[in-house]
């Protein structure tokens, strides 16, 4: 164990999980569990950046948890725990926020996603504060760690570089306080897009639900989202994400669900027409899924659960707080310590 690399990751509680959760992040989870010393959290502190109704947080916390398990994520290997249990996060996070300047943030390109949508319906007064310094309680949650890797999609690497711009900065302002975290992005799967708007990534805030797979989807929604997604008028299966976004988009899909490359799946289906390779795209994300569902429904009230995530967050609060302690002590916040 002690010898293993360490590794940290999080998911938002502002919806279900989606294929692009899973493929891009859960996917990674269960492969590198037996290889890395692993703490994976369910981000609830996160899911509060825009208004949130709060039985829907609850609901979103409690089905995120028992999917994480369902997806094979061994509770004897992994820590799993719920972000805001874990008091160091917010603590931490606040003193990052004092070591960041409004430019950093500014040229997030998810804040700037996030808030020309607010900004367009309601005028630039009402984006939430949240919105602009999520990324340093997402900082805050990778530093603690000190991990090797962070395994993300491709849209959070811009959010693992600020996160490593703090840490430099302060390791030289203060003394070496925080390791420095490299992302660990899967080659195949790491940006999913939208099934109606294949330039699009795929995102579980979408208002239009046939954009996304969700992974608690009922198994005839999931069929009619795939048959209904856009591709093109070619009829051949092809990997080119420019020309063809909505077909290679499926194609990836496929390779990263049954772990093959992308060219072994053009040569799948290279005799196949469009209805024979929706077919079986259809058949190989159903087939994931209800074997998730399988594990979910079992999972769902279990006791189990409840005494992993305690156990999860007891391991994940030791190392929390040791760091903590060390940063409070390299600022000068712990007086009496020198
Ligand atoms: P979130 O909740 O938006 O996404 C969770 C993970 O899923 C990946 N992802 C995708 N991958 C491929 N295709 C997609 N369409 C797709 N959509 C999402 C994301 O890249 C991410 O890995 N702020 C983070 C959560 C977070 C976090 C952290 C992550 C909070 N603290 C610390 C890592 C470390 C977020 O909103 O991810």
């Not at 995102?203 to 209904?228: A, G, R």
Request: hydrophobic share 35%; glycine share 6%; proline share 3%.
């Amino acid at each position: 164990m002690e010898n293993k690399k360490r590794m940290v990751s999080g998911i938002t509680a502002t919806g279900t999980i989606t294929l692009g959760n899973y493929i891009g992040a859960i996917k990674n989870f269960v492969e590198l569990q037996d290889k890395f010393e692993m703490y994976i959290f369910v981000a609830n502190l996160h899911a509060i950046t825009s208004p949130i109704d709060k039985l829907k947080l609850k609901n979103n916390i409690k089905s995120m948890v028992a999917l994480y398990f369902a997806c094979g994520l061994d509770p004897k290997k992994v820590k799993i725990f719920i972000q805001s249990e874990v008091l160091e996060h917010t603590q931490l996070g606040w003193i990052l926020t004092c070591n960041s300047t409004l430019g950093e943030l500014n040229r997030m390109t998810q804040f700037k996603d996030k808030s020309t949508k607010v900004k367009s319906s309601n005028g630039t007064e009402f984006i939430p504060t949240g919105l602009l310094t999520y990324p340093l309680l997402m900082a805050a949650d990778i530093l603690l760690y000190d991990p090797d890797f962070v395994p993300v999609g491709k849209d959070q690497k811009q959010h693992i570089e600020l996160t490593r711009n703090i840490a430099e900065r302060m390791n030289s302002k203060y003394g070496e306080m925080f390791k420095i975290p490299g992302d660990y992005i899967a080659k195949i799967g790491s940006k999913i897009m939208d099934l109606q708007d294949p330039t699009k990534k795929m995102s579980k805030s979408s208002d239009n639900p046939k954009s996304y797979i969700s992974l608690l989807d009922d198994l005839k929604e999931v069929e009619k989202k795939i048959k209904s997604a856009v591709t093109d008028s070619e009829n051949i299966v092809k990997y080119d994400p420019e020309k063809k976004p909505g077909v290679s988009n499926l194609i990836t899909i496929y390779s990263s669900i049954k772990n093959q490359t992308i060219e072994e799946t053009e040569s799948y289906f290279k005799d196949k027409d469009y209805g024979q390779f929706k077919n079986e795209v259809t058949k190989c994300v159903c087939d994931l899924i209800s074997s998730i569902q399988e594990n979910y429904n079992k999972l769902y009230d279990s006791k189990e659960v409840e005494q992993w995530l305690e156990e999860g967050a007891n391991s994940a609060r030791f190392i929390a707080n040791k760091k903590l302690n060390k940063v409070m002590n390299l600022i000068g916040l712990n007086y009496k310590r020198k």
